[in-house]
């Protein structure tokens, strides 16, 4: 029997929460990490702080979320899509509205 190919990036991308951040990173144009641990927490999205970072690091790590530390005081760290990630939420909403209408 034909071993199943691996797909690591979409197993990324369809984790716990990750779907539902780049939404709301792609809605908000910039956001900050604080924005993003309260949408997510508030909205029972992960269950705890240590996970939006997780969900944060791994999007990063696929290059769909560019993440910027500002040098302030106290410092700032802003998260915004990169080009390939608003590619991909673009495909996403094409999918969501083709099964909207299946």
């Known amino acids: 029997m ?3 190919k691996q797909r690591p990036l979409l197993r990324e991308l ?3 929460g990750r779907i539902e951040v780049l939404f709301f990173v792609e809605k908000k144009i910039e956001v900050t990490y604080s924005d993003v641990r309260d949408f997510c927490l508030r909205n029972k ?3 705890s702080r240590g996970t939006v970072n997780i969900v944060l690091r791994d999007l990063t ?3 769909l979320v560019e993440r910027k530390v500002m040098a302030t005081r106290p410092v ?3 998260y ?4 390939l990630g608003r590619q991909v939420v673009k495909h996403l909403e094409i999918i969501e509205q083709f099964l909207e209408e299946a």
């Open 2 to 4: 034909k071993k199943p």
């Open 14 to 16: 369809f984790g716990k």
């Open 45 to 47: 999205i992960v269950g």
């Open 61 to 63: 790590d696929i290059r």
């Open 76 to 78: 700032r760290t802003t």
């Open 80 to 83: 915004r899509l990169t080009q």
